[in-house]
C-alpha cells in the first residue's frame, strides 16, 4: 500500500504569505528527502533529513520518525517558488529505495 | 560542476522497439537510480543500482532491465517497447553513506511509445 501521503494536493499561496505541506508515512522510515519540480520538470534537492530539523532562506523542513510525518514550511512566499513539491522517504531497511509521494502542486500568486 | 547527464531527452518509438536510456555522473556516487513519472504522480522506482555490476529491482521492475559497468554510467532498457510505457524517466545518483544522501536528479528523458 500506499507508504507516503502528501497533503495538500494542491494550494495558492499570495506573494508574501506562507504555508506548510506535510507527508505523513504509513510505516516507520530512515530519512525523508524533499523536492522542487520547477516548470521545466526539473527537480531541485532541497533537504535532506535523517531526523530534526533544517533551515535553508526561507525554507524550512522537519522530519520526525517516532510520529512518522515530515514538514516542509515556505515563508514569503515568491513567484519562482512556484512548482511541485515532492517528499521521499526511505523505509528502516537501509535499502536507500526512496519511495515518493504524489505531490503538492503550489502555486504563488502575485 | 556536480551533474547527472541523461542522454537522449526527447525519443519517440513504435511498440516493439528497443529503447536504451544513458545516463551519467561526474560525483562518483556509488548509488544511482531509475525511476519514471506519470501525469498527476509522483516518481515511481523502476531499479537501484548500489554500484557495478550491483543492481535491485525497485517496485515497478516489470519490462524494464539495467545495466552498470562503470561506476559513472547507468543504463535503462526496454525490450520490445510497450505504449504503456510512455512517460518521463528520471535518472538520479547519491552518495550512500554519510550525513549526505541526497538525490541529484538528470533533466528527464520523455518517452513516447506509439
Known amino acids: 500500500g500506499d507508504q507516503v501521503e502528501q497533503s495538500p494536493s494542491a494550494l495558492s499561496l499570495h506573494e508574501g504569505t506562507g504555508s506548510a505541506l506535510r507527508c505523513n508515512f504509513t510505516t516507520t522510515m530512515r530519512a525523508v528527502q524533499w523536492f522542487q519540480q520547477n516548470s521545466r520538470g526539473s527537480l531541485i534537492n532541497l533537504f535532506y533529513l535523517a531526523s530534526g530539523t533544517k533551515e535553508n532562506g526561507r525554507l524550512k523542513s522537519t522530519f520526525n520518525s517516532k510520529e512518522s510525518y515530515s514538514t516542509l514550511h515556505i515563508r514569503d512566499a515568491q513567484l519562482e517558488d512556484s512548482g511541485t513539491y515532492f517528499c521521499a522517504a526511505e523505509g528502516g531497511t537501509g535499502n536507500y529505495k526512496y519511495v515518493f509521494g504524489a505531490g503538492t502542486r503550489l502555486k504563488v500568486i502575485a | 560542476d556536480m551533474k547527472v547527464t541523461q542522454m537522449p531527452r526527447y525519443l519517440i518509438k513504435r511498440m516493439g522497439e528497443n529503447v536504451l536510456l544513458e545516463c551519467g555522473q561526474d560525483?562518483?556516487?556509488?548509488?544511482m537510480y531509475w525511476y519514471r513519472q506519470d501525469p498527476g504522480l509522483g516518481l515511481q522506482l523502476i531499479y537501484i543500482s548500489y554500484d557495478v555490476d550491483s543492481n535491485s529491482e525497485g517496485d515497478i521492475p516489470k519490462g524494464y532491465r539495467v545495466s552498470r559497468k562503470k561506476r559513472e554510467h547507468f543504463s535503462l532498457i526496454l525490450d520490445s517497447a510497450k505504449t504503456n510505457q510512455t512517460s518521463v524517466y528520471f535518472c538520479?545518483?547519491?552518495?550512500?553513506?554519510?550525513?549526505?544522501?541526497?538525490?541529484?536528479f538528470g533533466h528527464g528523458t520523455k518517452l513516447s511509445v506509439l
Open positions: 560525483m562518483s556516487h556509488e548509488t
Open positions: 538520479a545518483s547519491s552518495l550512500s553513506q554519510g550525513a549526505d544522501e541526497r538525490l541529484f
